[in-house]
């Protein structure tokens, strides 16, 4: 078995080698700790669904290599003013992006989808979603696998501080959300590659991202 490498970081600044994916982000104070703060831009926000946002690539690229292992961070989202109608305060982890980011895997949380909030069904089992760019977002998804396999129930809100984990093993998935086993997925929608990790957030949403831990395989 290979051997495994940790790599922590706090956020409370971009890390050197960040690069930013129509998203800015900056460094700041929120729910008593630092953090940094990121948002689609002024552009991408106000262009064309599909193509500039919903399951775009819209991160920040951390300079962090992974394609098999575990991804942990801490997640606060919530609502710009202004925000689309449909906007759930999306926030969450890309992982395996590739070069020029023509390609990666994501999960997210929808914390106004969150089960604290008793949303009427079927919102409340779409607190988190999985999803594989370009392919396979989230409509896709949702309309072929209607019985729901690459989204979950979590009793999350917004304005809190979320402790979203990934477990990546080649084509099985396993996601906790504060703890708790929420999503496992048998056979995702990417053949597995070594690439880049990001921050992720889309449409109407300012996300908050703090503690950052990478496990590589």
């Known amino acids: 078995m290979a051997e495994s490498s940790v790599v922590t970081l706090p956020l409370d600044e971009l890390p050197d ?3 930013l994916k129509s998203v800015t982000s900056q460094p700041c104070e929120i729910a ?30 951390l300079p962090l290599e ?4 575990v991804v942990e961070v801490d997640v606060l989202g919530r609502l710009l003013p ?8 999306f926030a969450g982890i890309a992982y395996r992006i590739t070069a020029n980011a023509d390609s990666f895997e994501a999960v997210y949380v929808r914390p106004l989808n969150g089960a604290k909030l008793n949303p009427p069904g079927p919102r409340v089992n ?19 696998y209607p019985d729901g396999r690459y989204e979950a129930r979590a009793v ?11 477990e990546v093993q080649d084509r099985r998935l396993g996601v906790s959300v504060n703890g708790v086993p929420v999503l496992s997925v048998n056979e995702t929608k990417a053949t597995p590659v070594r690439g880049r990790v ?10 908050f991202f703090s503690k950052l831990s990478v496990t590589a395989q």
């Open 17 to 19: 080698g960040a690069l």
């Open 32 to 61: 008593g700790r630092a953090a940094i703060q990121v948002s689609l831009t002024n552009e991408a926000s106000g262009g064309v669904p599909g193509v500039d946002y919903i399951d775009q690539p819209t991160f920040v690229l």
């Open 66 to 69: 992974f394609e098999n292992g």
């Open 82 to 89: 202004g925000a689309p109608d449909y906007a759930r305060a």
């Open 126 to 144: 779409r607190g988190l979603q999985y999803f594989a760019y370009p392919e396979w977002d989230f409509g896709r998804l949702r309309e072929e």
């Open 156 to 166: 999350i809100g917004p304005d809190e501080w979320i402790r979203l984990r990934l």
């Open 198 to 207: 990001g921050l992720w957030v889309d449409i109407g949403t300012e996300a």
